[in-house]
Nanobody, 124 residues
Framework: QVQLVESGGGLVQAGGSLRLSCAAS????????IGWFRQAPGKEREFVAS????????YYLDSVKGRFTISRDNAKNTVYLQMNSLKVEDTAVYSC?????????????????WGQGTQVTVSS
């Protein structure tokens, strides 16, 4: 069973950068695709980015393409989300989750083992 812990959130000004980490326990980490999601107050959970188990395939929400980069280091059981050119509308709690299904199936119901989330706040 995989357990996930996110870190790296914080307060940053618009235009700034943050790198989120999603650390996983479990010996079969590379078998799972990982997704990052976010949820702003009063809004539904939203897919942000995902990466296949090997790391060779990625998928992004249109509004973050060119600004966010998802990557993984299977030797460290960690997935990263590098966020550049942050906007106020990126403010949310960011969570990671695993799927044994297809990495580009972005429905939250396709994912499990959600972490507790990390707060990202972008100020104007």
């Amino acid at each position: 069973q995989v357990q996930l812990v996110e870190s790296g959130g914080g307060l940053v000004q618009a235009g700034g950068s943050l790198r989120l980490s999603c650390a996983a326990s479990g010996r079969t980490f590379s078998s799972y695709a990982i997704g990052w999601f976010r949820q702003a107050p009063g809004k539904e959970r939203e897919f942000v980015a995902s990466i296949s188990g090997s790391g060779g395939n990625t998928y992004y929400l249109d509004s973050v393409k060119g600004r966010f980069t998802i990557s993984r280091d299977n030797a460290k059981n960690t997935v990263y989300l590098q966020m550049n050119s942050l906007k106020v509308e990126d403010t949310a709690v960011y969570s990671c989750a695993v799927t044994s299904g297809y990495y580009s199936d972005t429905r939250p119901t396709n994912f499990a083992a959600w972490g507790q989330g990390t707060q990202v706040t972008v100020s104007s």
